[in-house]
């Protein structure tokens, strides 16, 4: 289960389907430094995306 206080680098890392779900909802910056420290929580603050939303498609997709 994905959760909001998890790293986005180890998110990608262990759910490799899940990079769509980033770019779709416009998180393109997974290769970026910020996602190696940042929560999956405060890169959806950064780019003004609802996190309740972002995790449930996040788990959706790794159903």
């Known amino acids: 289960m994905i959760t909001k206080d998890m790293n986005i680098t180890e998110i990608v890392g262990k759910?490799?389907?899940?990079?769509?779900?980033?770019?779709?909802?416009?998180?393109?910056?997974i290769g970026c430094m910020a996602a190696r420290?940042?929560?999956?929580?405060?890169?959806?603050?950064?780019?003004?995306i609802d996190v309740d939303a972002l995790v449930n498609a996040l788990n959706e997709a790794i159903k």
Do not use: K
Request: hydrophobic share 30%; aromatic share 12%; glycine share 14%.
């Open 15 to 29: 759910y490799p389907q899940t990079a769509n779900v980033l770019r779709e909802y416009g998180m393109g910056c």
């Open 37 to 48: 420290f940042e929560t999956l929580e405060q890169g959806a603050q950064a780019h003004g």
